[in-house]
Every structure is written in C-alpha cells, then in structure tokens.
C-alpha cells in the first residue's frame, strides 16, 4: 500500500505563489510516476504535472512556465511550485501515484485564486 498526504494549499490572490507538498509513504518501490491531478467544481480531474522515476516531467499546456514539478527522492517528497496564479486555477489539488498500473490518490488539498 502507499499512503499520499498533501499539504500547502490555501487562498491567495492572483498573481501570487503557492508550493504544494506531497509526502509519499509505504510501499514506495517500484513506483512509476508521481503527479498532481486537480478538479474544479463542476468540471473532471484534469492532470497538471508529473514526474517519472527517471525525473521526466510533464506539465498541461495551461499551467507550462508557471508550475515546477520537482522531488526528493530521498524522502518521496513531490512538490508543486505554483507560480503567477490565476483564478482558473482554482480547485482541489491531488496528489497521484502510478504504481504497478495502480493509481494511488491523496486526499486532497484546496486552491483558491482570487481575483
């Protein structure tokens, strides 16, 4: 099993930073893929960024040159630098794990931008 546990999500205005952590613990080998999906009211999950076992990253057009993905691989840590926000940005922010063709989810942790 892998357990996921978000933190740093929160209000800020537009324009502004926020930096989203996800600590990753359990069964940790073999994992695949760590990523940041996020879901506004209304509309489906979307993926925002990745970060593959060998530090490939991939990020969705819309968050490109304004979101860094980045890990720790010393403490399975996965971070979200989230900068020059936007109110579109809005929404829960989730943590993934793609492990043995399994997806293993956080609880999640809220975005707001206001405008």
């Known amino acids: 099993q892998v357990q996921l546990v978000e933190s740093g999500g929160g209000l800020v205005q537009a324009g502004g930073s926020l930096r989203l952590s996800c600590v990753v613990s359990?069964?940790?080998?073999?994992?695949?893929?760590i990523g940041w999906y996020r879901q506004a009211p209304g509309k489906q999950r979307e993926l925002v960024a990745t970060?593959?076992?060998?530090?490939?990253?991939n990020y969705a057009d819309s968050v490109k040159g304004r979101f860094t993905i980045s890990r720790d691989g010393a403490t399975y840590t996965v971070y979200l630098q989230m900068s020059s926000l936007k109110p579109e940005d809005t929404a829960v922010y989730y943590c993934?794990?793609?492990?043995?063709?399994?997806?293993?989810w956080g609880q999640g942790t809220q975005v707001t931008v206001s405008s």
């Open positions: 993934n794990v793609l492990k043995a063709l399994r997806d293993y």
């Open positions: 970060i593959s076992r060998g530090g490939t990253t």
């Open positions: 359990g069964s940790t080998f073999s994992i695949n893929r």
